[in-house]
């Protein structure tokens, strides 16, 4: 294994504290391992928490600020943030307006968010939660009931964020998170395994010769093992689940190609070229669109295809102002 970091059991709190450097307009909570947002809490606006296990970054660290998160729990790799750290994100973006958990399908983060949640309510913070779970791979997976919440993630960050920002209340808030998540689905797929610091080796063996199609972004296995395919191929294997199971006829879709930590954007733009190509002869077409590593599974080479339907009000939400490490623009 090689790896840029000193001791395995200290890459999360080093790496927080090279964000914190380079990023001013934030501010960490070392103890809870927190990510706020320099200026929270702010009176009045809804604040937005979500969090997980570390090793997918940008995500969430990376989209905390105007616009998107007030602040990210971070975990150890792979492992769900507790409790208290959850509830130190929680109180110290109350403004008074109440706050939105957003949360990622996997066991130990729902038990873990809805105890911090529990508690908060005691300190009278007004909390809900927006559980996604947009990934059509697998109904059920090591670390689920349910599906996983996958790429979908970053999107309602982004508009569930866009909307706090504009003074929207805690219901409203809230009900763009789960428009969002009931209208996105995703799939991913993997050429490697990743290699959690901590293990030295590869979470599981793939030959050269072989994809794993519908990953898990923790390494989980998917649908299947399979020969290695040209990208036209992959991509058609990608988007077919995802049309199958979900109707995207509308104003148009939001098309996020992303990819999991080990693919050059090279890869990713040609990757996304096949995609808007089979959208365009589905007859969906493509209004906005977003390539890059934002969900990421540490080195793990791959990629994820998200989709989500957009309408007027989403439209005018993802065009609206961010300022994050990961995700900028209209500034």
């Given at each position: 294994?090689?790896?840029?970091i000193?001791?395995?059991?200290?890459?999360?709190?080093?790496?927080l504290?090279?964000?914190?450097?380079?990023?001013?307009?934030?501010?960490?909570?070392?103890?809870?391992?927190?990510?706020?947002?320099?200026?929270?809490?702010?009176?009045?606006?809804v604040?937005?928490?979500?969090?997980?296990?570390?090793?997918?970054?940008?995500?969430?660290?990376?989209?905390?600020?105007?616009?998107?998160?007030?602040?990210?729990?971070?975990?150890?790799?792979?492992?769900?943030?507790?409790?208290?750290?959850?509830?130190?994100?929680?109180?110290?973006?109350?403004?008074?307006?109440?706050?939105?958990?957003?949360?990622?399908?996997y066991?130990?983060?729902?038990?873990?968010?809805?105890?911090?949640?529990?508690?908060?309510?005691?300190?009278?913070?007004?909390?809900?939660a927006?559980?996604?779970?947009?990934d059509?791979?697998?109904q059920?997976?090591?670390?689920?009931?349910?599906r996983?919440?996958?790429?979908?993630?970053v999107?309602v960050?982004?508009?569930?964020?866009?909307?706090?920002?504009?003074?929207?209340?805690?219901?409203?808030?809230?009900?763009?998170?789960?428009r969002?998540?009931?209208?996105?689905?995703?799939?991913?797929?993997?050429?490697?395994s990743c290699?959690?610091?901590a293990?030295g080796q590869?979470?599981?063996?793939?030959?050269?010769?072989?994809?794993e199609?519908?990953?898990?972004?923790?390494?989980?296995?998917?649908?299947?093992?399979?020969?290695?395919?040209?990208?036209?191929?992959?991509?058609?294997?990608?988007?077919?689940?995802?049309?199958?199971?979900?109707?995207?006829?509308?104003?148009?879709?939001?098309?996020?190609?992303?990819?999991?930590g080990?693919?050059?954007?090279?890869?990713?733009?040609?990757?996304?070229?096949?995609?808007?190509?089979?959208?365009?002869?589905?007859?969906?077409p493509?209004?906005?669109?977003?390539?890059?590593?934002?969900?990421?599974?540490?080195?793990?080479?791959?990629?994820?295809?998200?989709?989500?339907?957009?309408?007027?009000?989403?439209?005018?939400?993802?065009?609206?102002?961010?300022?994050?490490?990961?995700?900028?623009?209209?500034?």
């Open positions: 294994m090689k790896k840029l000193n001791a395995p059991a200290d890459v999360v709190a080093e790496s504290r090279g964000l914190e450097s380079v990023h001013p307009e934030l501010r960490v909570d070392h103890e809870n391992k927190v990510v706020f947002r320099a200026d929270s809490p702010r009176p009045g606006k604040g937005l928490v979500s969090g997980g296990g570390s090793g997918h970054e940008p995500l969430h660290g990376g989209f905390v600020g105007p616009g998107m998160l007030d602040a990210a729990c971070c975990g150890e790799v792979f492992t769900s943030p507790v409790p208290d750290q959850i509830l130190a994100a929680t109180s110290g973006v109350d403004g008074g307006a109440g706050v939105l958990h957003i949360v990622k399908n066991t130990g983060d729902v038990m873990n968010f809805e105890m911090a949640a529990e508690l908060a309510a005691a300190g009278s913070v007004d909390v809900v927006v559980v996604t779970d947009d059509v791979a697998v059920d997976s090591l670390y689920t009931v349910g996983r919440g996958v790429g979908v993630t999107l960050e982004k508009l569930a964020g866009a909307a706090a920002e504009q003074g929207r209340p805690l219901a409203e808030v809230a009900d763009v998170a789960r969002v998540n009931s209208s996105g689905r995703s799939m991913g797929m993997a050429l490697t290699t959690v610091p293990a590869p979470t599981f063996d793939l030959p050269d010769d072989q994809m199609l519908g990953i898990g972004i923790h390494g989980e296995p998917g649908r299947k093992r399979i020969p290695l395919a040209p990208a036209a191929e992959i991509a058609q294997m990608l988007v077919e689940p995802i049309l199958d199971d979900f109707d995207f006829a509308g104003d148009g879709v939001l098309a996020f190609v992303n990819g999991m080990g693919t050059p954007l090279i890869e990713l733009y040609l990757m996304y070229h096949e995609v808007n190509r089979l959208l365009s002869k589905a007859g969906l493509v209004a906005r669109s977003l390539v890059g590593s934002y969900i990421t599974s540490l080195d793990m080479a791959g990629c994820s295809v998200t989709l989500l339907r957009l309408d007027d009000d989403l439209l005018r939400l993802w065009d609206a102002p961010v300022m994050t490490p990961a995700l900028r623009w209209g500034v």
